[in-house]
């Protein structure tokens, strides 16, 4: 409910953008949902024809209540930044990591392992916020994302600025006095990207 008060529209844009990116109808690509929470971003996953959705997070609390949305075929419990994701190199067609990439949560080097499970050619979608206290972190994470795109880790597909991103909890984290804040969704792709077969 407070989610839904604060007009969060993470969950939404991620899973749009991730749609519209897959090449074929997504029903058989097996999608890992990073620091899944109560399972936001798998509702929206699952209107879009996602089907086979794991998710991993760090509080068991949070993945009980996503086990109860009844959206994940598995769902395992992971401290991001302090212990690897406890899947398998190369796994998923698609890994998700939205609404925990910010201060005091996820920390930026995170990243490789994220790279770590998805197959190459597969999709990474990424999101933060751009508020005052978050700008710090914000350029950070995208100061790792270049560097990973310059080693040739991943090549950027989209980064979308997206103005009325929530409700701002204080005049102070507003964008330009709107009572929002901003964000951002990142899509990447895992190199190497394969051939686009002919026929």
Same mark, same amino acid.
Request: aromatic letters at 6%.
């Given at each position: 409910? =407070?989610?839904?008060?604060?007009?969060?529209? %993470?969950?939404?844009?991620? %899973?749009?953008?991730?749609?519209?990116?897959?090449?074929?109808?997504?029903?058989?690509?097996?999608?890992? =949902?990073?620091?899944?929470?109560?399972?936001?971003?798998?509702?929206?996953?699952?209107?879009?024809?996602?089907?086979?959705?794991?998710?991993? =997070?760090?509080?068991?609390?949070?993945?009980?209540?996503?086990?109860?949305?009844?959206?994940?075929?598995?769902?395992?419990?992971? #401290?991001?930044?302090?212990?690897?994701?406890?899947?398998?190199? /190369?796994?998923? =067609?698609?890994?998700?990591?939205?609404?925990?990439?910010?201060?005091?949560? #996820?920390?930026?080097?995170?990243?490789? /392992?994220?790279?770590?499970?998805?197959?190459?050619?597969?999709?990474?979608?990424?999101?933060?916020?751009?508020?005052?206290?978050?700008?710090?972190?914000?350029?950070?994470?995208?100061?790792?994302?270049?560097?990973?795109?310059?080693?040739?880790?991943?090549?950027?597909?989209?980064?979308?600025?997206?103005?009325?991103? /929530?409700?701002?909890?204080?005049?102070? /984290?507003?964008?330009?006095?709107?009572?929002?804040?901003?964000? #951002?969704?990142?899509?990447?792709?895992?190199?190497?990207?394969?051939?686009?077969?002919?026929?």
């Amino acid at each position: 409910q =407070d989610v839904a008060a604060l007009e969060y529209r %993470a969950p939404h844009l991620a %899973a749009a953008s991730l749609a519209f990116a897959f090449p074929e109808p997504p029903a058989g690509a097996r999608l890992l =949902d990073v620091a899944c929470g109560t399972g936001l971003v798998a509702r929206e996953l699952h209107r879009r024809g996602f089907r086979c959705l794991h998710g991993v =997070d760090g509080s068991a609390g949070m993945l009980e209540r996503a086990r109860h949305t009844g959206l994940y075929q598995e769902l395992r419990q992971c #401290v991001l930044g302090r212990e690897p994701l406890p899947v398998p190199a /190369e796994h998923y =067609d698609a890994v998700t990591l939205v609404g925990a990439l910010g201060e005091g949560q #996820v920390p930026v080097t995170v990243l490789p /392992e994220l790279l770590r499970v998805t197959k190459p050619g597969g999709f990474l979608c990424l999101t933060t916020r751009s508020n005052p206290s978050n700008l710090r972190y914000k350029r950070e994470l995208e100061a790792e994302l270049g560097r990973l795109e310059g080693c040739g880790a991943w090549q950027k597909l989209l980064a979308q600025e997206v103005e009325r991103w /929530e409700r701002a909890t204080s005049e102070e /984290e507003s964008t330009q006095g709107t009572g929002y804040i901003s964000g #951002v969704v990142y899509l990447y792709q895992k190199c190497p990207i394969p051939p686009i077969k002919e026929g």
